[in-house]
């Protein structure tokens, strides 16, 4: 079965960085374009970025479009999502999925604080 497995979460300064990762399984990791969501409290989950199953194309969200890169590497099943000045504002869950499944990771909850 699908297992989506989210890490590198922690707690950051602002204008730090964070690197996070997503260990997929159970499907076919490189036919499949791959997205990063985060969920911050009192609001709903947002998109924050997408991968294309071959790397060919990448979208941001406008609120980290320059500050977050999203990479993935398919012969180790994994996507990342690296990000860099973060902001108070970039506090949340962040999420992995593949795009057309109803699965996702348990999370890794990111802090950006002082």
């Known amino acids: 079965q699908v297992q989506l497995v989210e890490s590198g979460g922690g707690l950051v300064q602002p204008g730090g960085s964070l690197r996070l990762s997503c260990a997929a399984s159970?499907?076919?990791?490189?036919?499949?374009?791959m997205s990063w969501h985060r969920q911050a409290p009192g609001k709903e989950r947002e998109l924050v970025a997408t991968?294309?199953?071959?790397?060919?194309?990448?979208n941001y969200a406008d609120s980290v479009k320059g500050r977050f890169t999203i990479s993935r590497d398919n012969a180790k099943n994994t996507v990342y999502l690296q990000m860099n000045s973060l902001k108070p504002e970039d506090t949340a869950v962040y999420y992995c999925?593949?795009?057309?499944?109803?699965?996702w990771g348990q999370g890794t909850q990111v802090t950006v604080s002082s």
């Open positions: 999925s593949t795009i057309g499944r109803p699965d």
């Open positions: 159970g499907f076919r990791f490189s036919r499949y374009a």
């Open positions: 991968i294309s199953s071959t790397s060919s194309s990448t």
